[in-house]
């Protein structure tokens, strides 16, 4: 592993004032005694970041007040569950486009010993049907449409499966983990630019009585960067949430404000109940996660309905197969030959998870186990499809050689949005976790949760990651279409890495940014372990992707010599900005901890 840079612009001063900000927050009775930073102004674009060495302990998140509710929230003696909840809690306010309450999450946990997986995925509504997001002619809705309606909101799991894990991993009080965000509503914090430019691109969102009340001025005009935002419906909605736990989320005013506004719509109404609420939290949230090998370590991921770990581990496991050419750096990018492998091994994964993967409580592995998918035999056979030349579109695969259920192909549709969480705390617990409401700012839907106060959070469009369609152009069903209660396909990709031979903690690392989740957290793994750059050199890299199409390079990062011969080889090459949102830690040799932030957003990384 390389060494970590030694890089003094903005981040590093900006993580120091805000660590000397947090120095004093440990009590005595285990409360966080919280201190409003300093909240510097970040710079939205591309900003380089030096990574952060620490010895103790990390955090990293998408902004640095929520990296600073974990950081003070480990100062205070608190776990790498407990920073969790409460940099969540801070998302929902200052990082609103991407997730919070109204949401889902998906959170792997290591404790030393175990690797567990946590799954706060939203549920389609007890009366969603096959027919959901279809039209009175039996048509799908408009992408769009089926987004900005009361019909895409999925019952949210966030706060129930946090408060499973906070059972199962806490130390601190629950009622304490709130406390940044509740301070944080109640004071304001200033907006952003990221989040300035996203309020101002939306078009609808000012539409929403809420929202438009909230984020934007008598004008419809966005709140200019470095207003004051306060939420005080929020700070009152998550005071209740510590104060009496899940259930009055689930059951009460919240969930009875949430019911109201999904069944108001005033264009396309949904169907939620206060049922459907309430009915959330009787599940078991603890799941078995994949855990995969790899050259020398072990890649611990989430099951389905997330597709995440699935095709990162096929994508790994082809390309080990089809052995690119090495070195596969040239002047820091990577080369045509190996992007071409790269790509046609996406491909292979990604036909297999459009033909396969959804909701294990409906749809069964297409084999005894979703392991069949990762087979070494399996990954061997997809391989050998690999040529010199592009193949095109690739069809799934048979990995149980007979197939139990013929499924149709999924369509594409956009997905978009999310945030990612790491921490390892200082007792070597450590926790990945990626978290959405889907879309930017999900159904462009807010609810004040029943407080009559300005206000509140922003209600997911998780259920357009179902197929619109229930079946493809052949009359198959398609593995993900809407059933009642079921839980839509993810591509977040929460990732624990450890060392094979020892069972070594490595890294915990994930990323927003939709089925390009994939892309961006493979990239990252390859560039650590592979590649043995450390955590910001792997996120540093440019993106590449392919969903089982074009080509896709992040623009202005790869030189016109890679594009022509790629084209030269097949490939439809495309380049778009592939904004990612990488955050990893990763143990050094010395026994000390190393994290990364994308430059592409607005995240830091604290720690002792």
Not at 3 to 28: D, F, K, Q, S, Y
Not at 57 to 63: E, G, L, M, P, T
Not at 361 to 376: K, M, Q, T, V
Request: charged residues 20%; glycine residues 10%.
């Amino acid at each position: 592993m390389n060494a970590p840079h030694v890089n003094m612009r903005g981040w590093v001063l900006i993580g120091a004032a805000l660590l000397v900000i947090g120095c004093e927050a440990r009590t005595p009775e285990g409360a966080i005694d919280y201190r409003i930073p300093e909240q510097p102004e970040i710079a939205t674009g591309y900003q380089e970041k030096p990574g952060w060495a620490t010895s103790e302990f990390s955090v990293a998140a998408a902004n640095p007040l929520a990296t600073d509710a974990g950081y003070q929230t480990i100062q205070a003696g608190g776990s790498a569950v407990d920073a969790a909840i409460a940099v969540q809690m801070v998302l929902t306010l200052v990082e609103p486009q991407s997730s919070g309450i109204g949401g889902g999450a998906f959170l792997m946990h290591w404790d030393g010993t175990e690797v567990t997986a946590y799954n706060g995925r939203e549920r389609a509504p007890s009366a969603a049907g096959e027919d959901l997001f279809l039209d009175e002619e039996g048509e799908p809705l408009p992408f769009g449409d089926a987004v900005r309606s009361g019909l895409s909101v999925g019952v949210p799991g966030t706060v129930a499966m946090l408060e499973a894990a906070h059972h199962a991993h806490g130390v601190l009080e629950w009622s304490a983990l709130f406390e940044p965000a509740i301070a944080l509503a109640e004071e304001g914090f200033r907006i952003s630019p990221r989040l300035h430019a996203q309020l101002d691109s939306d078009e609808t969102l000012r539409e929403d009585d809420i929202a438009g009340a909230l984020y934007y001025d008598e004008n419809g005009n966005a709140l200019p960067v470095g207003h004051r935002l306060r939420n005080p419906a929020l700070a009152e909605i998550l005071r209740r949430i510590a104060d009496e736990g899940s259930a009055t989320f689930y059951i009460g005013e919240v969930a009875e404000a949430i019911v109201h506004r999904v069944r108001n719509h005033p264009e396309r109404p949904g169907a939620m109940s206060i049922e459907d609420l309430r009915a959330y939290p009787d599940q078991e949230f603890r799941v078995s996660p994949i855990c995969s090998p790899w050259r020398s370590f072990t890649l611990c991921g989430f099951p389905p309905p997330s597709s995440g770990h699935l095709a990162i581990a096929q994508i790994l496991g082809i390309l080990e197969e089809t052995n690119p050419p090495s070195p596969p750096l040239a002047d820091g990018l990577p080369g045509a030959e190996w992007l071409h492998h790269y790509m046609e091994a996406a491909r292979l994964a990604f036909a297999d998870r459009n033909h396969f993967v959804a909701d294990p409580d409906f749809i069964p592995a297409p084999g005894d186990s979703w392991e069949d998918l990762l087979d070494p035999a399996y990954l061997r056979e997809r391989a050998a499809l690999v040529g010199d030349e592009s193949m095109g579109e690739a069809v799934p695969g048979d990995p149980a050689l007979e197939r139990a259920l013929a499924h149709g192909r999924h369509p594409a549709q956009p997905d978009r949005g999310t945030s990612h969480v790491s921490v390892v705390d200082r007792e070597g617990n450590a926790i990945s976790m990626t978290t959405t409401i889907e879309s930017g700012f999900g159904s462009r839907m807010m609810t004040d949760g029943g407080t009559g106060m300005p206000g509140g959070f922003h209600l997911n469009n998780e259920l357009t990651d179902f197929s619109l369609t229930p079946v493809d152009d052949d009359g198959l069903p398609i593995a993900n279409r809407v059933e009642a209660g079921k839980r839509p396909r993810s591509s977040m990709a929460p990732t624990l890495v450890f060392d094979a031979g020892t069972g070594a903690f490595v890294a915990s690392l994930g990323s927003p940014g939709g089925a390009g989740i994939i892309h961006y957290t493979a990239k990252a793994l390859i560039g650590i372990l592979a590649w043995e750059l450390n955590a910001q050199e792997a996120i540093d890299l440019p993106n590449f992707a392919n969903y089982n199409g074009p080509s896709v390079l992040e623009a202005d990062r790869f030189p016109r010599s890679v594009i022509d011969e790629l084209e030269a080889r097949g490939h439809e090459v495309a380049e778009s900005n592939l904004t990612s949102g990488l955050q990893a830690i990763q143990r050094t040799p010395d026994g000390g901890l190393f994290g990364g932030a994308d430059p592409r957003r607005e995240g830091i990384v604290m720690g002792q």
